[in-house]
Structures are given as C-alpha cells and as structure tokens.
C-alpha cells in the first residue's frame, strides 16, 4: 500500500504559520534554561533538590526517558467499521468486522516517524471483546523510498515504484475477554517479524485479522520504553570549517550523567594528518542545563588557532575526536556558495536538466502542461506558466515565495557582488556575460511575469502542485474569482527590486524596463483594490497585505523616486513598529516590511522624520538581536528555543536582515557577522544532532529531504547545498528535545523539507562569510624612522588604510618596547573605536621601538607597523673658548678671532647665533665682519676701537646647540676693547 500523501492545504498553511507568524509561535514556545546560563552563568530556572549537583535536570530520574507515544490518530480501516464509542465506562474505539479487516492509526501525522530508538519498549493498549475470544494481529506500516535490499533497491509495481511500504505483523497471542485487559506487545518480536521492514519510518500502527465477524472495543494505545532520547556525539563541530582571524569555537553537550567534562577540562585541536597539538586550551561552561536538547553545554574556544590546515578537535575524558574541519581563508565556503545557490537551478521546473549541467542528477523536465495551464476558474482558458522553481519538495509554484527567494537573492547580489558572476554555476547561461545569479534570478523572474494578469495587472495566487487533470492556475472560482492582493504586494517589491539590480547590467537593461512596468502595473492594481483580497484556499496563505503592501511601496520609491510611493511610506511607516521588537525575526513570506524599510532608506530622499524613526528603531532592534544570539543562544541559532516549521530558515535569515540594516547605517562590525557565523555554525553541525543541515557538506550531515523528484531518482543523495526546515516539535510534543524533534526522513516535510525561502537567506549568509575580508594596515604619521624627540609623552599618530570601501576602524592597540620587544613596557590594550591616536606617557630616555594596529569592523586586524624612536630629554653641553679676550691696541682695525667650539653630544648642531657689541661705535657692518651667522661659524673679524667714554666696548658672542632630540643649550662669551691698559679696560 501507498503512504497517504499530505494535505496540501494543511501543509503549507503551517508553514505560513510558522515562518510568517513565528513571531507568534515564539510566545508559545518554552523558555529554555539557556536563557540565564549563557556566558558561564549558572540557570535561575535550572530546578533541583541536590544543591551538590549543579547539572542535575529537571524531571526526576526518568528525565529523558523516550516520550510515551500516544496513538489517539485513527486514519482509515477496511472490512470493518470503527466508531467512537465509550464502552464499560471507558472512551475507545468500536470495530465491527465482517471481512478480512484492517484498522490503521497513523503515528506523526501521515508523515512516518523514527520508532526505533523504542526498540526495548512495548506497544500497549486496552480491548475487550463482545462475546470474548475475539483475536487479531498487530504490526506496523512503515514507506520508504528507494528502499535498499541487500544491495538493490526494492520497488513495486504502482505508480510510484520507488516509494514502498511493509507490514510487520504478529499475533497478539491471546483472546479478548469480555471485561476491559490491559495488553503489551514486545516491539522488537513486531520490528524482528520482516526482516526488510523499517522501525526507523513507521507511518501507521496496524490492526489486523482474519474474516471471522467480530466486535471488539480498544484504547488507550500508547508506545512505551524504557530508553532514552539519543544524545549525539559530545564534540559538535562547524564540519565545513572555520575562516582565519573569525571566532572558531567547538561545543561540548551531553547527558550531565554520561559526559565527564566540565568548566576547566582541557581540550586540545590537532592536526588531522598527525594528531599533533597546534592549540590547546580549557572548556568554558555554556549551559549548565539546556531544556532545548536535556544536556550540559560547553565550549571550547580556539579563536587564537589562525594555521590553515585540517584539523580535530579532542577533549580530555570524551573517548572520540571531533569530525575534520577545516581552517582557512574564505575560500572555504567557496563550494558550499556554489552548491546553496545551485539549488534553484535543481528546482527549475518544466525545464529538461541536461547531463553537462546536472551530472548524475539531469532529468526531463516534469509537468510540462504548464506551458499550457488552465484556470481553476475556467479550465477552457489556458495560459503559459511554464518556467519559475518549484517551491519545495512538491511541484507547486507559488508566487508569494519566489518573491521572497528573489528579494534574499538580490540583497545578496547588491550586498557583495564580487561573489556572484557569470561562469560560477555551470548552468546553461553560463559565458553569457550576466552573473549566473541574475541568470537564476530571471527564470523566477519570467515565471511571475507570466502569473501577471493582463486585464487588471494583478498576479495570480500559485500553480497547484497536483498533476493534470488536477493541475491549475489558481484563481478561484467563475463567481469568486481570486487575483489576491498580498502576492500582487510580494510580487511588485521583488519585481522593483530585480529592476534596480539589472538596469546596471549589461545584457538587462531592456529586460528591467520590463520588469519595472509590470511592478507598476501591479501597484496600479493594488491603488484600485484598497481592500484585502485573499488568495484561494490553500498554500502560504494570509489574511493581511499590509507588509506587502509597504514593501511594494518602498522598493519602488527607491526604483522611481515617485512622491506617490513616499507618501505611503510617510503615512503608514509607523504600523510597522512592531518588527523592531522581535529578538528571534527577521523576515519571510509575508513580512518583508523590514527589506521595505532598507530600500526607502536608499531612495533618492526618503522622508527625515522616517529616516530619523527607522535609525533609532533599527539600532534597538540591532541590540536586541545581537544579544539574543550572542547572549541567550546556547547553540548559536538566532531563533534561540525556537524550534518550528521552518526555523533553519529564520536562522538564516536573521543575520542577513541585521547584516543589510547595519551596512545600510554604517554600523556593520564584527557583532554582526559574529551573529552570521554562529548560525552557520549551528546549521553546519554545532547543534544537539551533531547534524549538518546542508546535504553533500560534513561528514555527517543530511543526505536526503523529502523531494517528489530525489525520492525517486535511485541514487543514494540528492544535490549538494539543500537544507531542510530542521526541528519542529510542533504541534504534536512527540519527541523529548525541541531541539533534536528532526526526523530525517524522506516523509516528513514538517522537519525534512527545503523551500525557495530557506536556501535564499542561505546563499546571502554564506555569500556573507564568504566574503573576503582584507585585513587593513596601519600608516604612522607621527615622527620618522629613528628620530630622536625630547619628549617622555610622544603622541603616536596613525592612518587607517582598507581596501574594502564599507570598512572602517574599529579598535586599536599601541606597544611600546625599550629592548627589542623581549618585553612589552607599555601597552594601550585593545581599545574600541576610530581614534588616529594615542599618548605614550612615562617613556624613560632611550631607544623605543612603538608599534600600532588596527582592527576594523569585521574584526580583521592589520599586521603591526613599527616605528623606532629615541627618547633624549637632557640638553647637549657647549663649551666654546676664543683665542682673544682682548683686542689691543684699539687702533681702529678688523682683528680675526677664532672659536673652539665643543659639546657633548656629537650628533648635535652647534651654529653663531650673533655678535652684539655693548655699544654701536661705527656702523655694524664695519665694527662685525665675516660672520655667516645661523651656521657653524668659527672664525670672524671685530674691529678693534675704543668706545666713547671711559666704558670698554664689549663685543658679546652667542652659540647655540641643537641635539638630535631638539634639546637646546645656548651659551655667550665676550671680547673686550679696554678704554686703555689701566687695568685692562
């Protein structure tokens, strides 16, 4: 028999809910211990008797014992009849047979559902019987696609060969009575009883028996076992890797009464090709008590490890190392961007995948009636939608979300282009000269032209998923015809968005003229619909269009300039406040107002009290978030206990939001991309699965989702660079960890699914982490190589110098040594900001080498710059003596006189500053003679002449010494003319 396929209209209505509305979900949601341990802190809400122990859960000693799995879930039956019915004073289930009869319940909704970890536990239930004696079989039903048997993959002869399902029956092995028994069945004696069953993707619990008529009455069916929820390998690793000069940081996390390690236990990260230690160091405690995984969490920080290489990651006591990473440049993510973005070249639809692009996954293209679709509300018309992605695992094409595919992809294209261009994916529009991202983009972009209504500029809701005959454009009904107003919103902003990006490209200039005038087209459509018209029933549905609206209007007043949008954003700005308040959001579908915000803020001049409302709303909420993920995540996921429909989405969404706002504002630093690389972090393997979400990337990782057309390719993997939604324990509480509630399962799309939605925030965070970031470097401005000052307090001046335009200074740090750097004498520290310079006070007479380094937003430091300097603050000695104190006779004659000039410095500048005679007998000129003053002049004449009067003339003669460090010492010495030779005067 067939799995039951999912109800399209509660599948994707949930996913709305959840992703859409996850600011709602998230106050449903319990609070994790987390909350108050994160950072070292022992948890306030860590709640125990044994004050001894201070990782002692919550819950008693069957703390993390498997759920009980509670059967309440009829689904279908055969041969019989099954009504509800309270019998002998207990509520049950009533089954009349008269046939070879079956009686099915369905376990984790129609999705199937990983029993085998309750392989010592028991299946029990209470029956009574009519008349007594009454017997039947019990088992279960297990699908599996592409089932391997001893080798070979196992198919039957449906129509869908690939997806099979098996029955593991026994007996019950004893009669009903006519009083209400209890009755538990081994689960290993039904798991043993096929050898090809599958505990591990049970859909359905199955009761069975013979065509004897009988009625009988049963309840309270339940699975119980004394196992315990799974706890993963201890060392949680990013399996990718780590970029040089980033944080790097391993987690630790187990059972408090299974992993031995603790605050202070030391760990050691080894070279993988020897095991030699490159860095060593102690664990750090996360979380003492994490109620997201029921385990004890550490961390093991080696930041300071910047050695390219491959390594492991050991931790004393903890028997087995850590998977191979990687530490490198940004390149390492290089094939990671590639695979993530060529996601949406596996999802095209319609389209024949050839071998030269695909490989072993090329295929022809499936329904293909899309170039030829009819209406729901009239299947005589038809219209070509071919082209587009498909959304999910199904093969529904949905415009509201390849909207917001667009709108992640473009900011990522706007955000870092040099990740993104032409011949990168192999696609068949690779060497065209466009960026194969755009080229990407476009096939979206042509399939929502085509969802564009001709008479009315509006766009239809979806495609439907179903083949033909059940294959439409969804536009209601004749008489409710349906063209809604929140995917027209959707479907205007990416539009306007895609126009701004490819009227710069060559090769689609013509092609964003087109775009733009259907953007306009579809707000002309909105103008003339005030009201909100829903979609028809079924996927990614809303009952608002309010963000759609606003985001429409905003991308074109960045795209035109129009004063009609600005004024819908002046006038309904402020009903949007609440997005600013969430600690674990973003955006997604239907809530793409916050990208609305960031491209009014980059038209030509977006409103100043606006302006001046969104900075300081966006600051608040770039605190919030940046503490919530560096803060209270213990895991480094941005949706922190979230754990729902599509979270890995949000976790990828998060940072790309916080990244764009904080670029836009000029306050992009390494908070930011701190908070990026911890949720890559956590999708690349550091969460409680030790769990790659990214199939063909870590060793252990997702190998396969559920996908319509990978289930049934019969190969082992699907595509690289797929992520699937991850932990959802909603609604069902099925598992006992919010954060390990992932069932890798190809029948599960509430855990295993990817989406548009989920690989588009993706590509913008890898492309993100991929982007190299130049270290800057450092000019001092200050002094010159060597020089010698005369102060102990030099200011140390700097330039800051990065190649990469949006970067900027974010801290500093200044050094001085006085022998050689053997030791450090003065140290600024690290200090934060963008300061060109720093005071070294108390530097002693020597010789100092300073050296200074930068830091800029995104964490990368400059390499030091040195300066040698040489502190002198004692003034040079200068001796001078002339070979004449006296001139005699006075007979009116220019005499030479020579100077003997000496100091103590020799490297200082000794020059005549000037002769002054005490009184002017004769012209200056004729009493100072061959004196080349302000140079080291040594040798002069003075007129030997008596000074009127009885007075001598005096003849005053200056020096001055310059030392190397600018230290003055100024001396005078005197030749006197005596009045006559009494006395000398």
């Known amino acids: 028999m067939k799995t039951r396929k999912k109800p399209l209209l509660f599948t994707k209505q949930i996913i709305s809910l959840c992703i859409s509305g996850s600011l709602l979900l998230m106050c449903a949601l319990p609070a994790a211990a987390a909350d108050s341990v994160v950072g070292g802190s022992s948890s306030d809400s860590f709640v125990t008797n044994d004050s001894t122990n201070l990782y002692l859960p919550p819950g008693g000693a069957d703390w993390n014992r498997l759920k009980d799995l509670l059967m309440n879930d009829f689904a279908y039956g055969y041969g019989s009849t099954v009504t509800d019915e309270t019998y002998q004073g207990k509520a049950a289930k009533k089954i009349a047979v008269d046939s070879f009869w079956g009686a099915n319940y369905i376990l984790n909704g129609w999705q199937t559902l990983d029993i085998s970890p309750y392989e010592n536990g028991t299946l029990e239930f209470d029956a009574v019987g009519a008349v007594g004696g009454e017997t039947f079989s019990v088992g279960f039903v297990d699908v599996v696609t592409e089932r391997l048997v001893d080798g070979e993959f196992f198919t039957d002869n449906d129509e869908h060969p690939h997806q099979t399902s098996v029955t593991a029956s026994i007996p019950l092995g004893e009669e009903l009575t006519t009083e209400w028994k209890h009755y538990s069945v081994p689960l290993k004696n039904i798991f043993d009883s096929k050898s090809i069953f599958s505990s591990s993707s049970v859909q359905m619990l199955n009761f069975t028996g013979d065509n004897n008529p009988k009625t009988f009455w049963i309840s309270n069916i339940v699975i119980k076992s004394p196992d315990k929820a799974a706890s993963y390998a201890p060392i949680k690793v990013n399996q990718v890797g780590y970029i040089v000069n980033s944080e790097k940081y391993a987690l630790v996390s187990g059972y408090y009464d299974k992993l031995t390690a603790v605050p202070g236990t030391p760990f050691q990260v080894r070279k993988a090709s020897d095991m030699s230690i490159a860095y060593s160091g102690a664990l750090s405690l996360v979380a003492a008590y994490d109620a997201s995984s029921g385990e004890k969490v550490l961390k093991a920080d080696f930041t300071g490890l910047n050695e390219p290489g491959e390594y492991v990651l050991t931790v004393d006591g903890v028997a087995e190392p850590s998977v191979a990473f990687k530490i490198g440049d940004s390149s390492i993510y290089s094939t990671l961007l590639k695979d993530v973005q060529k996601f949406f070249y596996f999802q095209r639809a ?39 992605w498909w959304d999910a695992g199904d093969l529904g094409k949905y415009v509201t979300v390849g909207a917001t595919a667009i709108s992640d992809l473009l900011w990522a294209y706007e955000s870092f282009p040099g990740q993104f261009q032409d011949h990168l994916l192999n696609i068949p529009e690779s060497g065209n000269g466009i960026p194969d991202l ?10 929502i032209l085509k969802m564009q209504d001709e008479a009315t500029g509006g766009f239809y809701a979806y495609v439907i998923r179903d083949h033909s005959p059940g294959r439409y454009i969804m536009d209601g009904t004749a008489s409710n015809r349906l063209i809604p107003t929140f995917h027209t919103g959707a479907a205007v902003g990416a539009l306007a968005h895609a126009y701004i990006v490819m009227k710069d490209v060559p090769g689609l200039t013509d092609y964003a003229e087109t775009l733009k005038a259907a953007a306009l087209r579809g707000w002309n459509y909105l103008e003339q619909h005030p009201e909100f018209i829903p979609q028809p029933d079924g996927p990614y549905n809303s009952n608002s269009d309010v963000n759609d609206r606003f985001y429409a209007a905003a991308t074109l007043y960045r795209a035109t300039g129009e004063q009609v949008y600005n004024d819908y954003v002046v006038a309904h700005y402020l009903e949007h406040a609440a997005i600013f308040e969430s600690e674990t959001f973003s955006h997604n579908i239907g809530s793409l107002d916050r990208m609305g915000f960031y491209h009014y803020m980059m038209g030509e001049q977006p409103n100043a009290a606006v302006k001046t409302w969104f900075t300081d709303k966006f600051v608040q909420w770039r605190d919030i978030i940046i503490n919530a993920s560096m803060n209270k995540s213990v895991w480094g996921n941005s949706t922190l206990d979230g754990f729902y429909w599509g979270a890995n989405s949000n976790n990828a969404g998060v940072p790309v939001g916080l990244a764009i706002g904080s670029r836009l504002l000029g306050l992009y630093n390494e908070d930011d991309r701190n908070v990026a690389s911890g949720n890559l972090n956590y999708l690349l393997g550091i969460n409680p699965l030790q769990m790659s979400y990214i199939t063909g990337h870590g060793e252990r990782r997702v190998t396969r989702t559920i996908h319509e057309i990978y289930n049934g390719d ?28 992932y069932n890798n399962s190809s029948i599960d799309w509430e855990t ?40 102990n ?12 335009d949006v970067d900027v200074q974010a801290a500093y740090q200044v050094q001085a040594s006085s022998n050689g750097w053997e030791t450090v004498d003065v140290d600024s520290g690290e200090r934060a900001g963008a300061s060109s310079s720093y005071t070294l006070d108390g530097l002693a007479d020597g010789d100092w080498s300073i050296r200074v380094r930068l830091k800029d937003n995104r964490g990368a430091w400059s390499e030091w710059t040195y300066r040698s300097l040489i502190i002198d ?57 061959e004196a080349d003053f302000g140079t080291f002049d040594t040798e002069f004449m003075l007129l030997a002449i008596k000074a009127k009067g009885m007075e001598p003339l005096v003849y005053t003669i200056k020096y001055r010494a310059v030392d190397r460090a600018g230290n003055v010492t100024e001396t005078s010495i005197t030749v006197t003319v005596p009045h006559d030779q009494s006395g000398n005067k």
């Open 350 to 388: 319609n389209e024949d995948l050839l071998a030269e692009h695909a490989g072993i996954f090329a295929r022809t293209g499936a329904r293909k009636e899309d170039h030829n679709l009819p209406f729901q509300s009239d299947p005589t018309i038809t219209k070509d939608v071919s082209g587009g």
């Open 438 to 447: 755009l080229d990407e983009i476009k096939v979206e972009t042509d399939f």
């Open 714 to 741: 019969y190969l082992l993997e699907m595509p690289s660079g797929y992520m699937p939604g991850g932990p959802n324990n909603f609604p069902r509480q099925i598992y006992n960890f919010n954060a390990k509630a």
């Open 752 to 791: 295993n699914e990817q989406a548009l939605n989920y690989n588009s925030p993706l590509t913008f965070l890898v492309a993100l982490l991929s982007e190299a970031n130049s270290a800057p470097a450092v000019s001092i401005t200050s002094y010159e190589e060597g020089q010698a000052i005369h102060l």
């Open 793 to 804: 307090n030099p200011q140390i001046d700097w330039t800051f110098i990065d190649a990469d």
């Open 873 to 929: 603050t004692v003034a040079p000695t200068l001796n001078v003596v002339l070979d004449k104190e006296t001139l005699w006779p006075a007979n009116n004659r220019l005499v030479k006189v020579t100077a003997t000039v000496e100091t103590g410095d020799e490297l200082s500048q000794v020059k005549l500053l000037s002769i002054t005679p005490s009184v002017a007998v004769d012209s200056y000129e004729s009493m100072v003679q």
